[in-house]
């Protein structure tokens, strides 16, 4: 039996890195940040499906506080690596197209309802957001690989725009809204 390799978002970020070293650094944090974003929309995702899982409301709020400061220490860590990538990346033309889209239709939900009835106790509209942008960033990867194994890989100034969309969108509102969360 042979084991086919699938190319995924790394690949195309080690391809265009300037220093391996850079390269390892922001996808092992990219990683960290889609695996920690992942597991705050899924805790989230279950309780909109009426999963009122931890059992009790007391362990759902710190369920939710674990999920957001995860993801708070993973988006902390991806500043310095994802500064230093895109300094180095210098894209050939600056009109490069974003691979980095914005929220679909699925994204976006009333918290209000679904954080009520789970007994927890947050801003609503920093869950909201917060769940949006996650979001939005792993559709971005996943799509990101599709690109990369329908060989339709963005170039070095689209890769760059993307990157840099994310970094603005990330290290900004979203991780003061994960911060409070965490709280």
Known sequence: M???????????LEEHAAE???????VAQLGACEASGLAFCRLLERWARGDAAPATAGGRQAALRHAADRAETALVGLEGPLDRYLLELEPERVEGRSWYGGPGAAELLEW???LLRAGVQVNAIRVAQTYLELAVLIRALEGLTTAVRMEAAPDR????AGLFDLRDNLLGRTLDDLRALAA
């Open 20 to 26: 391996e070293g850079g390269a390892r650094r922001l």
């Open 112 to 114: 209000q309802p679904i």
């Open 2 to 12: 042979r084991v086919r390799y699938e190319p995924t978002w790394a690949d195309v």
């Open 157 to 160: 100034s689209s890769l760059w």
